[in-house]
Structures are given as C-alpha cells and as structure tokens.
C-alpha cells in the first residue's frame, strides 16, 4: 500500500497543492485560521505561553538584582547554560532563512507552503537567543558596552574578538530576517487588508500593506528584491553559526579549538531548524486545516533534510574523535575520551542517541510519511541538539589544564527556569503569529498552481492526473487527499508521455 | 472630482487573459498604464514591455558602501581612537576585520534592497486612484486587473472599451480620479 503514495521526488511533479482549487480557495484557507470566531483553545495555549513568559520575567529579574551567581556557574565552568540556550536558539533559528533564501536560490518550490512559518519560527528563535548573551554579563546596565558607542571612558570594544563578531552577525542576521519575512508578507497583508470586514483590522493591516495594490510594475521591483534579500541571506545565515562557532573555535580550549567547527555547527543549526519546524508544523497543520498546503510530501522532504544533516553531525562527531587521536595531542585526546566516558558520559550519549541514531529512521519511506512519527522524533532532535552544545560547552570546561581546579557543573532551578522562560518568549510570539498573521505565503503560494501560469491551458494537468480530483476537495480529509494524490501517480505513470510538458510548466 | 477620470479599468480572470491582453496593450503603443494581479505572473513584466529592475545597483552601492564603513570603522577604532596591542598583532590587522565587515556589507545591501524597492515602487502609497473601484479588492484575492490612465495619449474611452472586450474582459469600469 505504501508504494501507492510514491511521489516521484526528482521531477516535482506531485502536485504542491492538492486537489483543483482555485486561487481563491488558498486564500480562504489561509485566512481562515485568522478569521474564526471561537479562540477558546488559542487563549488556553496563549496563557499558558504568557504564564511561562512571566516565569523569564522573574528568573532575569533575579538574576539582575542578585547577578550571576544564582546560577550553577563554578570556577572551571564559567559558560553554563546561558551560552548553551544561546546556541540553541540560534541554531533553530537557520531553518527559517534556510527555507527561505537557500531553497529559493536552488528553485525547490514546495518552500512556498512553509517558508512563512519557518521564517517566523527564525524570528522568535534569535528573539529568544538575544536574551542570554543581553543578561549574561551579569551586570545588564553595562550591556551597551557591546557596541562601538562612544563613552565617556574612551573605550572601544575589541574588534579581533569572536565574541564581537558575534554581535554584529546575530544582530545582523536578525534584522535580515525581520525584513525578509516583512518584505514576503507585504502581499498577504493588503490580501487581509481587502478582506477584513472591521474597521480596526482593515486600518491595522493597511497600515503595515503600505498601500500595495498587485501592480505588475510594483511586482517587478519586489520580485528583484526578494531575490536579492534571498542571495544576501544565504551567506550570510552560512556566516551567522560560523561566527558563533569562532565562540569556541578561536580559543584554546582542547574539544574547542578545530577547525571543523564551523561547517559542523551549521549543520547542526539546519538539523534543529527543521526539527523545530516539524515539531510546530505538524500540529498547526492539523489544528487550521492546512493539509492540502502543507502536504506530506512538504514533511517528508524536511525530513529528509533532517536525515542529510544529522548524519553530516554524526560524521562530525566520529571526525573529532579521529583527529583527537590523529593529531598526537595528549590534551585533545583526554579531552575527547572524558567526553565519551566521563563525568558526562550520560550526557554525551543522550545527544548521540538523539542526533545521530533517532534520524536515522528515515530511510523508511514509512515513516517519513508518518507526521506522528515525524513529530515524535523531531522532539527528540529538538532535545539531542540542546544536549551538544550542553556536552560541548561543559565536557571541555569541567575538566581544564589543571587538575586542581577540575569540578563538577549542575544548573541551578534559576537556570532551569530562564530557559523554560525563553520557551515561554517563543511560543508567546507565535501565538500572536498565528493569530494574526499568514501562516502560509498566499500570493507565493498561487504562484505554484498550474493555472498561474501565463501559458497554462485548462484542462492541462487532466491529461495527467486524469479526473480523481473533483470539485470539493476543501472538505477532504487528509487520507482522502492522500488516496487521491496515489490515484494521480498512477494516471501518471500511464501517460509518461505527457510528462516533460508537465515539468516545463512553471519554467 | 474633477471631470477627466483616472482612466478605464479591465477586470480578467484568469492569468493566461491578463497576459495576452498586456502584450495587446503593449502593443497598441500605450504608455501610462499597468497590470495589477493577485501575485506575480511569470513573465508579465515582459508582456508589458518594461525593462529590467535597477534595484541590483542599489543594492550593489549599498552593500559595498556598509562593507567599506565596516572596515573603516574597524581601521579607526583598533589604529587610531585606541590602538592597543593584542595578541602582538599589527595595530590595523585586517584579517580578523572580515567578519564585521561581511556582516554590515549584508545588513547595508538588505537595506538598500528592502528601502530601494520601497523608493522605486514609491511605497508606502496609501492612496490611488485604482482603490476607487469597488471590484478592485479581488486583486489580492483571485482577479486580475488592467488600468489605462486618461492621461495616456492614445487613451479613448469606447475604442478601448472594444479592444477590452475583445480580450475576454470580464468586467470593463470608468475609474474615477
């Protein structure tokens, strides 16, 4: 039966909307969710989210009344868990500008159905990642002094240190990001605009619409735009956790100080990004009735993302190890055996169950198509990549150059609950998202319809997919598409000569 | 209001209509008018016979204007406002300037891209003259739109009123100013 759902993922041609909808019928799907009346269960999710935002409230407030030795930081370990949450966040954040900018340079279209998401997602998550190294320095009204001001002191800050780059790379890759998803929402605003029946709405998103009126001379500058930001973004997000890496990289620190930091954290930052996007794709999609936009084959190829980039982490993991030994270091080599069997062995292999084994599941086909699934191993993602930079950051530390010195890390509940806080901050911000905004780029989304093509003839995609899909597919539910789209595979196999006309289509 | 109105105003809809009418009107040898759609049409620009964007120039100034302060800013601080030795470095050690220097080289150039685009597509615009027509909210829904201005030269009211419907206009409205 599985082999029926087969979707041939080399020529793309497996329909990225399901079913014979019109433009219309993407837009009301879209705004639906923004547009119901009964918010009972979003407010419930909204308080809890707000309660947790509280909780950040107090545990910084503490922490900026009482300064950093509320939390479990000692001597040897003085990075504790405000660096590893800081990493974290950031890592989450790459998937966004992934999806947005990388896989529309490579022409992958079925970017269109969650790049909205993805790159909201990106925004909270460096929200969220800006707090730690704001609060860390422990006395938060000096916090300024990270940015060349001129003071009254005649003080600049170092520009040879790692951790000045990283201001200008987070800061940077922040605004980038924040224009780019305000750039790709511009459309869908004035669609919400013209949709809007209360005053209120229809002033608050013309406001942010700007006026835009769909004129083919407007597109042509925003179309340069958006392929501009899209090229501007790919180095630079490729940049932002090289520089964060450089963190580690440029110290002398044995299990910090490689060179092969810099790609392996990338990697890393993809495989959480798309972790945590499955984790709050797959329930949105369920909760506002957007599985025939964002299909299974939308999950399974960001599965098979998280497949590619958490076996590239594996091989970073074993490489370590390799030139721990191989470069003859007595120092690298201890560093990486008390990794693997000391104090933190626990740790160490929680991360490697969780990032190099759990992925590695989805080489079945089965279960790349199984959201349940999908959903439970992107937790666990989620969970093993939190660990890495838990395991990089202390395993190195714990036990530095001097034995005398050596000491055993544990957070303290003020550690606990920033980070659970910083949770709170992300799922606050996208409540309100959901609420209010898009979740799926409308105007990108038609774009990949058979019918918005200029030379499209009705009729056209018939030939090929024969007459399963009727009228009413709105109303169908996710196994029915799914039956339907098999039924479409196998009219097509019958009529492969049909097929390279097909593939033109959106050429 | 004035007695001239804005223009005359063509209602299409389907992308493969609107694009066949543009190449008409473009051909007819119209000048002041547009094409308005729920989403860019592959192609549209062309069937209207505009040039190229000049966005890329700006972005090209900008980006090479931030990456140039970056330096700059880096050079004066490290060599002249305090010049420390660190590490035994060179006062002005370039290398480890590159970084800051891509990073506002990207944030410069996504500025000029996001500002210039707003700049060249003079947004925001809160009014034209197109909102007037109550139809007109489809746009950015599921219809698709061709205005020609009264200002246009070879602007006549009922020729064109022919050629639209010839076009396969669903719906053909006088715009007011």
């Known amino acids: 039966m599985a082999a029926n759902y087969e979707i041939d993922p080399v020529s793309g041609r497996a329909p990225l909307v399901l079913g014979e909808g019109s433009f219309s019928d993407v837009t009301n799907a879209v705004a639906a969710p923004m547009e119901r009346t009964d918010w009972r269960k979003w407010w419930m999710a909204f308080m809890v989210s707000l309660g947790m935002l509280g909780i950040l409230g107090v545990a910084v407030g503490y922490l900026i009344w009482e300064g950093t030795g509320i939390w479990g930081l000692n001597v040897p370990v003085a990075w504790g868990w405000a660096i590893v949450n800081f990493v974290f966040w950031v890592g989450i954040g790459h998937a966004g500008t992934l999806i947005s900018a990388i896989l529309f340079l490579l022409r992958q279209k079925w970017r269109t159905s969650i790049n909205r998401f993805a790159e909201a997602m990106t925004i909270f998550a460096v929200l969220a990642a800006a707090i730690f190294p704001g609060i860390h320095v422990g006395r938060i009204w000096v916090a300024y002094y990270m940015f060349p001001l001129p003071n009254q002191m005649d003080v600049w800050p170092n520009f040879r240190s790692p951790l000045l780059w990283d201001v200008f790379a987070v800061s940077t890759y922040f605004t980038v990001s924040l224009l780019f998803w305000y750039v790709g929402l511009i459309p869908d605003l004035a669609t919400m605009r013209d949709r809007s029946v209360t005053k209120l709405r229809k002033m608050v998103y013309g406001i942010f619409a700007l006026g835009w009126r769909g004129s083919t001379r407007h597109w042509l500058h925003y179309e340069t735009a958006y392929l501009i930001l899209a090229a501007l973004a790919t180095p630079l997000v490729l940049s932002v956790h090289t520089i964060v890496s450089f963190d580690f990289a440029v110290s002398n620190v044995p299990g910090w100080h490689t060179t092969i930091f810099p790609p392996y954290f990338v990697a890393g930052a993809i495989f959480s990004g798309f972790a945590m996007v499955l984790t709050l794709m797959i329930p949105a999609r369920k909760i506002f009735d957007l599985e025939h936009l964002v299909t299974i084959k939308h999950l399974e190829n960001m599965a098979k993302v998280i497949l590619l980039t958490g076996s590239m982490v594996g091989y970073a993991y074993a490489m370590e190890f390799f030139i721990a030994w191989y470069s003859g270091n007595p120092y690298e080599g201890f560093a990486f055996v008390n990794r693997a069997f000391g104090d933190y062995a626990w740790a160490y292999w929680i991360m490697v169950s969780c990032n190099v084994i759990s992925p590695q599941f989805f080489w079945f086909k089965k279960l790349r198509r199984s959201p349940m699934f999908l959903f439970i191993i992107s937790i666990f993602v989620n969970i093993g990549m939190w660990f890495e930079r838990f395991v990089i950051t202390v395993t190195s530390l714990h036990h530095d150059f001097l034995p005398s010195s050596w000491d055993y890390y544990t957070p303290t509940i003020w550690d606990v609950l920033t980070f659970v806080g910083s949770f709170g901050l992300f799922f606050t911000l996208f409540c309100l998202f959901v609420r209010f905004m898009p979740m799926v780029a409308i105007a990108e989304v038609k774009t990949v319809m058979p019918q918005a093509d200029p030379h499209y003839v009705p009729g056209m995609e018939k030939q090929v997919q024969g007459d399963v899909l009727g009228p009413g597919w709105m109303q169908r539910s996710e196994a029915d598409a799914v039956a339907a789209q098999a039924s479409v595979e196998a009219a097509r196999d019958t009529k492969t000569d049909t097929d390279s006309d097909e593939g033109k289509r959106h050429g | ?177």
């Open chain 2, 1 to 177: 209001m004035a007695d001239k109105p804005f223009g005359l105003m063509a209602e299409f809809d389907t992308a493969q209509a609107v694009y066949h009418a543009c190449e008409k009107v473009r051909d007819e040898g119209f000048t002041r008018w547009d094409s308005y759609t729920p989403f860019p049409v592959h192609g549209l620009d062309k069937a209207m016979g505009l040039p190229r964007s000049r966005l890329p120039w700006i972005v090209l100034v900008m980006g090479l204007s931030g990456a140039g302060l970056g330096m700059l800013l880096q050079w004066w601080v490290s060599a002249v406002a305090q010049p420390l030795i660190i590490s035994g470095k060179p006062l002005f050690s370039w290398q480890a300037f590159v970084p800051v220097t891509f990073e506002l080289g990207v944030l410069f150039g996504a500025f000029g891209a996001v500002f210039g685009m707003f700049g060249l597509n003079r947004l925001p615009q809160y009014y034209h003259s197109v909102f007037n027509s109550e139809r007109f909210s489809r746009v950015t829904d599921d219809k698709f739109f061709i205005a020609i201005e009264a200002s246009d030269p070879k602007y006549d009211e009922k020729k064109l009123k022919k050629l639209f419907k010839g076009l396969g206009a669903t719906h053909i409205e006088v715009v007011e100013d």
